[in-house]
């Protein structure tokens, strides 16, 4: 039996490319370790979606390579994203990799290994046709038992001048609702308490397909066809978020009232100039919509500063537009030129220190907006997914509530009560971190 070890850069998408890729080797009876150094074949699923991951990818790459070195009869296997972007400069500059593998061969991994370790395959990268994953391939959850993630489109249509996820991942390509009502009911049978509902768009689903094909739709016949708890909404655009959605977040309680709706940026010209369809009032009455119909919503977006043009008006701009709205989380990350992307040519870049600064300024400020947000939860009983016992000690558990999405929220430190994970729980919120929440099960 031939063995493997697997390394998973990038995003939750990502994530899922790599589980498919478990599923499909074990299937093939390939032997996962978590050793390199005893493993026959070493696989690194990139990311190259921005600069800062190709380095990384770069190193790990690096460092797989020099088991290589200790051993030549193991073989070095790059897939994902920086294949299918830089498989050119990829080949010449990393000799040591035995075998390139974009994006899109996600679905013939145990094939190209066979061959590989057979010396049939001739040929040093694979980059096939677009792929589109279904419930049909084998897939082996990396993450807890009790939460996964489910990818319900691939590709992009929206142009952002600053992204190359369409040029890499190529356009809008939606799963059929029966699908993934399949993976779906899969995922429950195996004690899956929550789902988080991914893609680039998550607003874009169906538009690829027939009119009757949405996200409304979608959900709707999840929840008549399945009992999962709960369900969460990831990476929304804006204008995509229709009333209908909206009440049937309210109605539903098992569609948790959270939302990760990616903002970017709050000044008119700076998101003109990143090809975003909205602007700053749209944003303005956006929030207060929502906030209407779902009153207890937590809404996480992500923030990019140091984009070409940007003006100490636009940061102060975000800075007033966060203390006005109060969002409960916020990503912020500064801009870098990606090559391909049309931004890379914008003139008024601005410099690494002032990128540096800005974004350090609405960490700062998200920070004191996060603890006083979190104070308001204090003497409430909130239900938390329990997730095992606590990363800071094993005095304690830790979980999640509805408000808190898996690895990118803060948490709930449990003091008191005794909980499996997997649980649902009601804990009595006694204390306010500045991200995290401290209470006892009741």
Known sequence: MASFHLVSLGCAKNLVDSEVMLGILQEANWELTDNPAAADVLIVNTCGFIQPAVEEAIEVILEMGRYKEEDSEKFLVVTGCLVQRYLSDLSRDLLEVDLFVGTEGVGEIANLLQKLMGGEQTEKSYCPDRFLMNASLPRTLSTPFFRSSVKITEGCNNRCTYCMIPSIRGDLRSRDIAD???????????????????????????????????????????????????????????????????????????????????????????????????????????????????????????????????????????????????????????????????????????????????????????????????????????????????????????????????????????????????????????????????????
Not at 197 to 224: C, E, P, V
Request: charged residues 25%.
């Open 180 to 442: 993934i009502i399949v993976e779906l009911q899969h995922l429950e049978a195996n004690g899956v308490k929550e789902i988080s509902f991914i893609a680039q768009d998550l607003t874009a689903y169906g538009n690829d397909l027939d009119n009757q094909t949405n996200l409304l739709a979608l959900l709707s016949r999840i929840l008549k066809e399945t009992e999962i708890p709960w369900l969460r909404l990831m990476y929304l655009y804006p204008s995509g978020v229709t009333d209908k959605l909206l009440e049937l977040v309210q109605s539903e309680k098992r569609i948790l009232p959270y939302m990760d709706i990616p903002f970017q940026h709050v000044s008119d010209s700076i998101l003109k100039r990143m090809h975003r369809r909205y602007g700053y009032d749209d944003l303005c009455k956006f929030i207060d919509r929502i906030r209407a119909v779902v009153p207890d919503i937590a809404l996480r977006t992500t923030m990019m500063v140091g984009f070409p043009g940007e003006t100490e008006a636009d940061i102060q701009q975000m800075e007033g537009f966060l203390k006005q709205y109060q969002m409960d989380h916020v990503g912020v990350f500064s801009y870098t030129n990606e090559e391909g992307a049309r931004s890379e040519f914008f003139k008024a870049q601005c410099v690494e220190e002032v990128k540096q600064e800005r974004m350090q300024r609405i960490l700062e400020l998200q920070a004191g907006i996060s603890k006083e947000i979190l104070r308001k939860y204090i003497g409430q009983t909130v239900p938390v997914l329990v997730e095992g016992l606590s990363r800071e000690t094993d005095l304690l558990l830790e979980g999640r509530t509805v408000y808190q999405a898996p690895e990118i929220d803060g948490c709930v430190y449990i003091n008191d009560g005794i909980a499996n994970p997997g649980d649902i729980v009601q804990v009595r919120i006694t204390e306010a971190q500045i991200y995290d929440l401290v209470g006892g099960i009741i």
